[in-house]
């Protein structure tokens, strides 16, 4: 039988049937265990998906909160990109970059964000140590 390198590399490493060679079986106590199985958390590439529903199709596939979160946010990129076009197309600059600024609300973990500061009016801002009181 003609062993891969990764297939040696994953024994070395107690892994058992994993990378076997074309035309290997599986070791009957990793079948077994494959059919006690009630969930199965992966990422989203296909052949981890296939290889469960093979062995183990009573386990429920999990995708992991990376995966869900990265397509979630491309696909919110990609709405958020075409109506600040349509802004800009609409000669409504202010509104666009506006909306180009508070892109990062929806980015940011909401624990993070932090609270504007309230606009000061001319009377109240820092008059670099002179007083405007009368008098003085």
Known sequence: MVRSARADRARRRGIPG??????????????????????????????YAASVRQH????TIVI???????????????VRREHWNELRRAGETAAAQQFKHDRWALLKNPDDLTTPRPTRSPRSAPTAGRSHAPGR
């Open 18 to 47: 994993a990378w076997l060679a074309p035309g290997s079986e599986l070791d009957p106590a990793l079948v077994a265990r494959a059919s006690r199985l009630t969930a199965v958390s992966m990422d989203m590439t296909g052949g």
């Open 56 to 59: 183990a199709p009573q386990a």
């Open 64 to 78: 992991d909160n990376y995966h869900v979160v990265q397509l979630a946010t491309k696909a919110l990129d990609e």
